[in-house]
């Protein structure tokens, strides 16, 4: 078997080794499969950096990372990938404002365009077109690739499966686009064998797109014919590495976290989230929930805590900013309410990028009474997987029902609404109010969890 694979994520990697994984998301995931298998990953190289055409790693890896200009990676990524299509995706845009379909953004689907181009091209050269070949590609940042790659190929022996892990809006707002854009990217994601999600709800939304806008697409249950290839549908959720978190929770930051965490709880019952600060994650919603359960109950401001530990975006955006900043002022209005300048109700703390900020994530939960995700659509959301294995029995799981994770832990977690303030706050009033979780047994959430492998999830994105 041989893997080649396409991503946006770039690795990191050193001493002829990727460096060690995470306990999961992607780049954690070809990590793993790219150790096992060997294999080549094309992503794009991080700005600024001088890097070969390609990296010799041990294990018969090798890495080829894209180098792109400054005006190409801001349309492409910025406004294209992440403003345009992740708006999309996540139902992110103002449409009484935004898109706008003018030149500017013509020329930035151009550049999109062009880089998934230069990626087909690279993919193309490595690819042996053999039947045990594997290509995956990733991200919605590349789903012209397929397009580009299959052009002109009659005929091919290696299997190709791309995979996003975003969730699919409906056909509705999926008119945001302009109609051959749309009908572009369908198409081209119906070159592949399989198209995966990690819930079935992006699924289904994904064959209602291709039923109304592909006339000639013939659906049967997790199957879509189009002009004679048929591409098969795959719902499944990129498993948690129980084994890294198990290491990670014996290291030294993870108890030198706990030792800081302890001594900022104060005593108090904690409730916790973990974001990267994206758009979707509805972080103001989330402290405006808590503000409005201490309205209810002032008693709980003496016996509770909201920790969010949060990362910004690499390329934020001007929006991303103000989120972040409205986010900043929901803590400090409930802390001005609720709380005294040396024992806020509320904080956002930012531990930085490196794998220390998941041992701080990690602590956290493990002295938490409640672990709350919020997000107004997620593709998966491996935060509150990390929960269902960490929280004791006594704690509490709360899950937007929008999160995809939600139709794998929907048995161990409370679900709220996440446009529902008075909902969500009725609901954390509840988790921190009990010492009886929603969590459930945590040895049941433990077999879920441990029965979850990258190889498994390999064999079921690319079906035989």
Same mark, same amino acid.
């Given at each position: ?102 030149? =500017?953004?013509? =020329? ?39 397009? /580009?790659?299959?052009?002109? @190929? @009659? ?50 939304? /994904? ?66 989230? *973990? ?5 979707? @994650? ?16 002032? =008693? ?52 930085? @990028? ?28 491996? /935060? ?10 006594? *704690? ?69």
């Amino acid at each position: 078997m041989k893997i080649l694979t396409c991503s946006n994520s770039c690795p990191q990697w050193a001493d002829g080794q990727l460096n060690p994984r995470s306990a999961g998301g992607l780049v954690p995931m070809l990590n793993a499969l790219l150790a096992e298998h060997g294999g080549d990953w094309i992503f794009t190289a991080p700005p600024g950096g001088d890097l070969p055409e390609s990296v010799t790693l041990d294990g018969g890896v090798t890495l080829h990372p894209m180098g792109l200009d400054e005006d190409l990676r801001r349309r492409h990524y910025d406004t294209v990938s992440i403003q345009l299509l992740l708006g999309l995706l996540h139902y992110m845009h103002d449409t009484s404002v935004e898109p706008v379909f003018d030149r =500017e953004l013509g =020329e930035a689907w151009a550049g999109y365009e062009t880089v998934n181009r230069l990626y087909a091209e690279r993919l193309t050269g490595l690819s042996a077109d053999t039947a045990d070949e594997l290509i995956l590609i990733n991200d919605p940042h590349l789903m012209l690739v397929p397009e /580009f790659f299959t052009a002109g @190929k @009659k005929q091919r022996k290696s299997k190709l499966t791309y995979f996003l892990g975003t969730p699919w809006c409906e056909p509705d707002y999926f008119t945001v686009l302009p109609g051959p854009v749309r009908t572009r990217i369908l198409e081209s994601l119906l070159a592949c064998d399989a198209v995966g999600f990690h819930a079935q709800r992006w699924t289904d939304a /994904f064959a209602a797109c291709c039923a109304r806008f592909l006339p000639d697409a013939v659906i049967e249950g997790d199957t879509i014919t189009h002009r004679g290839h048929v591409t098969r549908l795959v719902s499944e959720p990129f498993p948690l590495d129980v084994d890294v978190i198990d290491t990670m929770v014996e290291e030294p930051a993870t108890a030198s976290w706990t030792e800081r965490l302890t001594r900022m709880a104060d005593g108090r019952r904690v409730m916790v989230r *973990a974001d990267r600060i994206d758009l979707w @994650k509805n972080m103001p919603r989330g402290f405006a929930a808590f503000e409005a359960a201490l309205e209810r109950s002032p =008693e709980l401001a003496e016996t509770s805590w909201f920790l969010a530990v949060g990362t910004t975006p690499s390329r934020a955006s001007a929006r991303h900013l103000a989120y972040q900043k409205a986010t900043e002022e929901a803590i400090r209005r409930v802390n001005d309410r609720f709380g005294t300048p040396d024992r806020p109700v509320a904080t956002l703390l930012q531990p930085g @990028k490196g794998r220390d900020s998941r041992n701080c994530v990690l602590a956290a939960l493990l002295m938490s009474s409640a672990a709350i995700v919020n997000s107004t659509y997620d593709g998966l959301n491996l /935060f509150a997987k990390e929960a269902a294995y960490l929280l004791d029995d006594s *704690a509490s799981l709360l899950v937007s029902a929008n999160a995809g994770v939600h139709e794998q832990l929907a048995p161990f977690a409370r679900t709220i609404d996440p446009f529902d303030i008075d909902q969500t706050s009725r609901v954390i009033e509840a988790a921190l109010r009990t010492d009886t979780g929603s969590a459930g047994p945590a040895d049941k959430r433990h077999a879920l969890l441990r029965s979850e492998t990258a190889e498994g999830w390999l064999k079921a994105v690319f079906p035989a």
